[in-house]
């Protein structure tokens, strides 16, 4: 399958990267190898087979809902690169049309 | 001078007043500062292993009781939290943070008095076989510093196979334990999917990830095991199932004939250097002669377990690393943009190479069209996999198959094609897939003087037989290869 750039813009889109006009070429060469290389996939019938969905044998494994720990809100903003007292900080979402 | 043989030896020395915990902490941080061009540590907790060490060696002196894991030198993959320690998957997106809490086998370790010297290199995320993916630069295999250590828990694998500690936990998405091992001719043991919980273990692919063990001899690997094992509340695809007793039980049968299966289309396949296949021909002629019964199974699947392991592992991680959006932790630059904007310079000034890769990969097979075609079918050919070895598992005991197709390669040679790296996984990626507990035995050198490992996999929750019958072979066999 012919990897093109509108595939690559918009995988890099929901993947939250970019790649620089270079990047764009290595990425587009390396995707165009790994797709051909799980287009193996194809040779097998897999008519009627179910998919595997989960590996863990256990079902409905319950416990009480019980606070045995937390973090603080100090804790919770220690690795932030950016934050006040009590929150994250993000570029501001919400703008006034010019 | 210390030397290091297993952790039962360790602690006759210490009872018997050969050596103290203060003495052998100064022998491991002196052995790691000689060995920093290995490149194998990311952190060294120097103060605290020496504090630690001072508090255990008095409680000794003054015959109070200590854990099962006293004074024991462990080193973990930085993948694997530890509450206050940098953590940081060897990437620069999670460069200075700082884990909130420790993983639930950290934490059960450090119930037993194990004395934790520090977080190992590894590659990004865990994504890598030669440990050349890590922000930290390449980690250097102490028997021939030209060639990789394997990965991508390379730093754990060269921190046991260098003496730096007696063991490292790592952990296994697809080899990521067992190949590093084989190619330092250490042992190796990835678990069953379950047998440890992955509270605190960094996700890669959820459904793949296990934590597992370095360690330098079997009885080690079954005493960590049975500490770090069972189950948790802060896990719930944890077994239930109870954990055996695996070091009182290890030699109860130590003459035990098992039903042994190998796979034609393994030990001949293309890949394969010839030694390696015909080293593990002999040793399937040694068992046979010593009355286990060895058979040939067929196993057309074989070529299809790389594909079908990087639709799922890459549709698996580009969910899971979406957390990394530079806000909560990590890096960012903070620039005035728009919030979309934000997360892609974040991310892709945080991520290296091969897990954008990765990530673009798993976004594609996961993307409106593509979806059944790649990801269903992939969950669909698990099945497949699962089925047949299930098969295999109600006539044999074990599998016996090579753990990597070459020894370890010459650095500098993991970005030129991603396939043929990901080709090498061949017989590693079956254990993930299917769950199963798999282990590689360091137990040949090729006459290239490089050390290669076989590989055994045993049936789920089978850790226990799986044990025993690496414990024998490691005795029976060593010295013939």
Known sequence: MEVTEELINKLA????????????IDIKKDLEKMIHFIEKLNELDTTGVKPLLHMSDEVNVFRDDIVKKYISTEEGLKNAPHHNDQYFLVPKMIRQNK | MFEFSSIEQY????????????????HYLQKIKENAHLNAFIKVYADEAR??????????????????????????????????????????????FESLYSATAVDRLLAEDAILIGSTNCDEFGMGSANEHSVYGPVKNYLDITRTPGGSSGGSAVSVQAGLSMVSLGSDTGGSVRQPADHCGIIGLKPGYGRISRYGLIAYASSFDQIGIFSKTIKDAA?????????????????????????????RTSNEKYKIAYLPQALDHPSLDIEIGNSIK?????????????????????????????????????????????????????????????????????????VKRRIMLGTFVLSTGYYDAYFTKAQQIRNL???????????FDFIIIPTVPKTASLSGNSNLDPISVYLADIYTVIANLTGIPAISLPLFT??????????IMANRLNELPLLRFSNQLLIKYNADF
């Open chain 1, 13 to 24: 889109n929901l993947s939250r990267l970019k790649f620089t006009p270079e990047e764009k």
């Open chain 2, 11 to 26: 602690h006759s020395q210490l009872q018997e007043g050969r050596c103290t915990c203060l003495q052998v902490v100064e």
């Open chain 2, 51 to 96: 504090e630690k060490a001072s508090l255990l060696d008095k409680q000794r002196d003054s015959n109070i009781k200590t854990g099962k894991l006293a004074g024991v030198i462990i080193s973990i993959k930085d993948v694997i939290a530890y509450k206050d320690h940098p953590l940081t998957s060897s990437s620069k997106i999670l460069e200075g």
């Open chain 2, 223 to 251: 005493l960590i095991l049975e500490i770090i094992a069972g189950p948790d509340d802060y896990d719930s695809t944890v077994s239930t199932q109870q954990v055996p007793a695996y070091t009182n039980e290890l030699n």
């Open chain 2, 282 to 354: 002999d040793l399937l002629l040694h068992l046979e002669k010593d009355n286990h019964q060895v058979k040939a199974v067929n196993f057309d699947l074989l070529d299809f377990a790389v594909p079908t392991y990087y639709v799922l592992t890459t549709a698996e991680a580009s969910s899971n690393l979406s957390r990394y959006d530079g806000i909560k932790y990590g890096i960012s630059n903070h620039e005035n943009v728009e919030l979309t904007d934000f997360y892609k310079s974040n991310r892709s000034a945080g991520f290296g190479s091969e």
């Open chain 2, 385 to 395: 996999f699962r089925d047949q070895l299930n098969l295999v598992f109600n006539d």
């Open chain 2, 446 to 455: 090729h006459t290239n003087t490089l050390p290669f490992g076989v590989q």
